[in-house]
């Protein structure tokens, strides 16, 4: 754990100064260490973040951390530079993915059970009520659409409300991905003039068919979409590993930066793998 801390801060370091980020001089904790207590958190902890503020103080790591009040103020201020970072490690390992293939797919994440919905502070709407069709059950909070390398590897996500369609959250992605990409996705993706757009600009989109549909696929390419299906599918319930039942936040802000951490420890982990 220790090391891969360690490894953790020196990439955030890195590519912190590869980016000529600038920050104030008289900080002591400086916003690598932030985001590597938040990665590790997420990864150790199941996102608590006082219990991991005291493994760095305890181990020597970072004896002159922030304490908790203060860690979370820093926190909600690097929301944005997390996802921005991460949109530049998926930048780096779409160049790496030699096969040009990804998936796309969205998973449910609850804010809370569907019997305290009255009493949640974090959102508040009708717009967060979704359906899980996998799961066959109601839920309230957001949904994750992710795409993922041929190796289950997340490269681009985005949060929307509960109740968006999976194709109108495709549509918040940034999809830059390779000229010649081909991206799988289940049959919720089926929209033809979207797929002829999507073509105009170097990206094929296979979405699965139903049985009634007017441009059914090949078998072999229904085959291809199976299999990335089953392969993003298995992305999502690792990802899952590492959140807890309930994720403990304050605000909608809080909420999320806990989501993207959560997804930042997965992709570590894979490309340690790797």
Not at 39 to 45: G, M, V
Not at 119 to 137: D, F, L, W
Not at 200 to 226: F, M, V, W
Request: charged share 25%.
């Amino acid at each position: 754990m220790v090391t891969k801390t360690v490894a953790i801060y020196v990439f955030f370091d890195d590519i912190l100064k590869s980016m000529d980020y600038k920050e104030p001089i008289n900080r002591k904790t400086t916003d690598a260490e932030i985001a590597t207590v938040i990665l590790i958190a997420a990864r150790y902890f199941g996102g608590n973040i006082e219990t991991c503020l005291s493994f760095v103080r305890s181990t020597g790591l970072m004896p002159s951390i922030l304490g908790k009040s203060r860690f979370n103020r820093r926190m909600h201020k690097i929301g944005e530079l997390l996802a921005e970072l991460f949109l530049y490690l998926g930048q780096a390992i779409k160049e790496l993915n030699i096969s040009q293939t990804y998936c796309i797919d969205s998973f449910p994440v609850c804010v809370c059970q569907n019997i305290r919905i009255p009493r949640c502070r974090i959102v508040k709407g009708e717009e967060y009520r979704g359906y899980s069709a996998s799961k066959r059950t109601y839920f309230y909070g957001f949904k994750v659409h992710v795409i993922i390398t041929s190796d289950g590897i997340p490269v681009e996500y985005t949060f929307t409300t509960g109740k968006t369609h999976d194709l109108d959250g495709m549509k918040q992605l940034p999809l830059n991905l390779p000229k010649g990409s081909e991206m799988l996705a289940d049959s919720a993706y089926t929209d033809y003039t979207t797929e002829e757009m999507m073509m105009d600009e170097g990206i094929r989109l296979l979405a699965a068919r139903k049985s009634n549909s007017k441009q059914p696929h090949n078998p072999c390419t229904e085959y291809l979409i199976s299999i990335g299906r089953k392969r993003i599918e298995t992305a999502f319930s690792d990802i899952a590993k590492y959140m807890p039942k309930n994720i403990h936040a304050v605000t909608e802000n809080g909420f999320l930066i806990k989501l993207i951490a959560f997804i930042w420890a997965y992709t570590f982990e894979k490309i340690y793998e790797l």
